[in-house]
Structures are given as C-alpha cells and as structure tokens.
C-alpha cells in the first residue's frame, strides 16, 4: 500500500500559483508530524516546510518562507502546500514525508512534479 498519494503537480508561471495535496492511507496520520521536500536537478533534497502534529506551528526554508504555506486536515488525512509567487528556482520534485515521535516508521511520497516557466 502506498502511504501517500500525490496531487496538483504540473507546470506554472513565473508568479503563478499551485497547490499541491497528499493523501494519506495506513498510518496513524493524527500522531505525525508532516513535511515537504524538494529536489532540482543536479542538487541536493531541501526541507521545503513543516507542521507539527496537530497543526499549532509550521516552519518554512528561507527561500520560501512568506510564498509557501503548509497546511494539514487530519480528517481527510491529507496535507496541503500552497504555493504562491513561484519563481523558476522552485521547479524541482516535491515530496511529502510523515514522522512520529510515537511511532517507529517514518513515510514519503513518490514524489510529483513541479515546473515554473513561461
């Protein structure tokens, strides 16, 4: 069983917008902390933002800190990241990952794409 399912990939503008969901299926999502990662070509993988379980604080990297914003529906088990004024650094594979303090196994997506161009 994947552990996540990924969604709203696809190609933006320079200063467009996207939405990307992950939806979550057999874990505990309630109990884990959540995140997103990325990776561009030729560079390493980033911790992208963050959110605690229960949602009380996000973090965020620089670089995106202000455009990105992580989000969290325990009832539908997804998490969210809404981006906005994307610029062509942001173009990379973004991954959402899942890890607990309570629990043993930690998870990630497989990963969805994310270009900016005009």
């Known amino acids: 069983q994947v552990p996540f399912v990924e969604s709203g990939g696809g190609l933006a503008q320079p200063g467009g917008s996207l939405r990307l969901s992950c939806a979550a299926s057999g874990f505990d999502f309630s109990r884990y902390a959540l995140g997103w990662e990325r990776q561009a070509a030729g560079k390493e993988r980033e911790l992208v933002a963050g959110?605690?379980?229960?949602?009380?604080?996000?973090s965020y990297a620089p670089s995106v800190k202000g455009r990105f914003t992580i989000s969290r529906d325990d009832a539908k088990r997804t998490v969210y990241l809404r981006m906005s004024s994307l610029e062509p650094e942001d173009a990379a594979v973004y991954y959402c990952d899942a890890g607990s303090p309570y629990e043993d196994s930690d998870y990630w997506g497989q990963g969805i794409q994310v270009t900016v161009s005009s």
């Open positions: 959110i605690t379980i229960g949602g009380d604080s996000t």
